[in-house]
């Protein structure tokens, strides 16, 4: 198979488009949001961004998106991650995308008329709680129980935590087990919840280590903790029918993953250029920073990290072009992604200095909110021990464990 990094010209057209868009609108209006209310904004944004036929770039044409593969997606998400109202004016945030994502997979005809147009139209935002205090990165360890009331509802009692943008949202997407006698995977249900509701009980936005701008708490959301109780759910609600909450969530997850990542290219390539233009102003021992070797090996192995995070994801892009099983690739990239956008963000921090630790350039807080990266959709161990299984298994099966480690390019 001959290999072609030639990016199709639909793709690089749409990718400069959005570019383009980014840095003319979405940056400047990051400035309008100090004196204007944000929902004046962004609405302007979004009004202004589908006019020009940029919205919901994943979703199918049918249902108003741009309809791009995950190749044009990619590259697209990689220009939105430079400014946090890039995927927001574009209506592709998360957590509200991967959900997108499965309701369009997945939704009855009810659900999508009733629940996914909404979102599509940027009516609406919609959240996910499957975590819970008592698990998370084994999220069959969940506790939150939905029994049966006759044939047309659902109870649900429990907990959740961490759900993103759960204060912000209309709707939650909300994982309990349905049937503890089931096999493992086949114990949970996901239930469409409208919300306000008085059995989504928010608790409070859990305080976390990241720095928080005046707007965070709209932007991001927050994270909820949530107390479940009594909580009523029309059967019909139910997504993807009883059983299948966890291979739903999974499918959610992948995306999401990639999604971070994305953005994580977007943001440690700006971190790069941030140290990069200090350096080659600052002098110290009278020198420019730039001309010492030791600062150019630190900068050069930032862009080596950034290099094969771009390889990464264009490999996996491939692979979700042509269908094919990314499941090992994608759990590699996800830890290797997020370590990567960590590293960059804190060379950039060394070389400005104190002026790094400031709170005078973005990157304080850009290093406080990226740490999540390394524990959000699944940590870094638990990926770590799903791809090191399969390079025994590969190993086990084939002799080699080159098919555990992108061995198929070759
Ligand atoms: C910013 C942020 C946003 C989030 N948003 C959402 C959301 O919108 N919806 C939602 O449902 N959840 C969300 N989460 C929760 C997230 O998915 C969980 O935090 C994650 O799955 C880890 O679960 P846990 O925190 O319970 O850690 P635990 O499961 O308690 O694990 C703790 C640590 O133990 C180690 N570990 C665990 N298992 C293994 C293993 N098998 N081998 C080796 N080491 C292991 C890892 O280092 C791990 O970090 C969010 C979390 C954060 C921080």
Same mark, same amino acid.
């Given at each position: 198979m001959a290999i072609d990094f030639e990016i199709p010209a639909d793709a690089k057209a749409v990718r400069e488009r959005v570019r383009r868009w980014v840095h003319e609108e979405c940056i400047p209006a990051e400035k309008e949001l100090l004196n204007r209310p944000y929902k004046e904004v962004l609405d302007e944004l979004r009004k202004k961004a589908r006019a020009q036929?940029?919205?919901?770039?994943?979703? /199918?044409k049918e249902h108003?998106?741009?309809?791009?593969g995950p190749l044009a997606n990619a590259l697209v998400q990689m220009e939105l991650? *430079? =400014?946090?109202l890039g995927a927001l004016s574009l209506n592709t945030q998360g957590p509200d995308d991967a959900t997108i994502m499965t309701l369009l997979e997945h939704g009855t005809d009810y659900q999508k008329e009733k629940f996914l147009k909404p979102l599509l139209n940027g009516e609406k935002r919609i959240c996910y709680s499957m975590t819970e205090k008592a698990a998370g990165?084994? &999220? !069959?360890?969940?506790?939150t129980r939905a029994e049966k009331k006759g044939n047309s509802t659902y109870v649900l009692n429990g907990e959740k935590w961490f759900s993103s943008a759960a204060s912000v949202a209309d709707i939650a997407l909300v994982m309990a087990k !349905?049937? /503890?006698? &089931?096999p493992r995977h086949q114990q949970f249900s996901t239930f469409i919840v409208e919300l /306000?509701? /008085?059995?989504?009980? #928010?608790l409070r936005d859990i305080k976390t280590m990241a720095i928080e701008g005046p707007y965070s708490h709209i932007l991001g959301g927050g994270h909820s903790e949530v107390q479940i109780k009594d909580l009523e759910v029309p059967? *019909?609600? #139910?997504?993807?029918? *009883?059983?299948n909450g966890f291979n739903m969530g999974q499918h959610r997850l992948a995306y999401g993953r990639l999604r971070h990542g994305m953005h994580n290219i977007a943001m440690a390539q700006r971190a790069l250029d941030l140290a990069t233009k200090h350096v080659t102003s600052r002098s110290t021992f009278g020198e420019?920073? =730039?001309?010492r070797q030791g600062v150019q090996w630190m900068l050069a192995d930032c862009a080596t990290q950034i290099y094969i995070s771009r390889l990464m994801l264009l490999h996996i892009a491939y692979k979700a072009e042509k269908g094919m099983d990314l499941r090992q690739e994608n759990s590699i990239a996800k830890v290797y992604l997020a370590n990567m956008v960590h590293k960059v963000v804190d060379t950039a921090i060394q070389l400005h200095g104190a002026l790094g630790y =400031?709170?005078? !350039?973005p990157l304080a807080a850009w290093y406080t909110h990226i740490r999540s990266q390394r524990l959000v959709d699944g940590p870094d161990e638990v990926h770590r021990w799903t791809v090191g299984r399969n390079v025994v298994k590969a190993f086990e099966k084939f002799g080699t464990t080159a098919s555990a480690a992108g061995g198929d390019l070759l």
């Open positions: 036929g940029l919205w919901c770039p994943f979703v /199918p108003g998106g741009m309809g791009l991650g *430079e =400014s946090y990165a084994d &999220a !069959t360890g969940m506790q !349905t049937n /503890p006698d &089931a /306000p509701n /008085p059995g989504y009980n #928010i059967a *019909e609600n #139910i997504l993807g029918g *009883e059983g420019k920073l =730039s001309k =400031s709170q005078d !350039t």
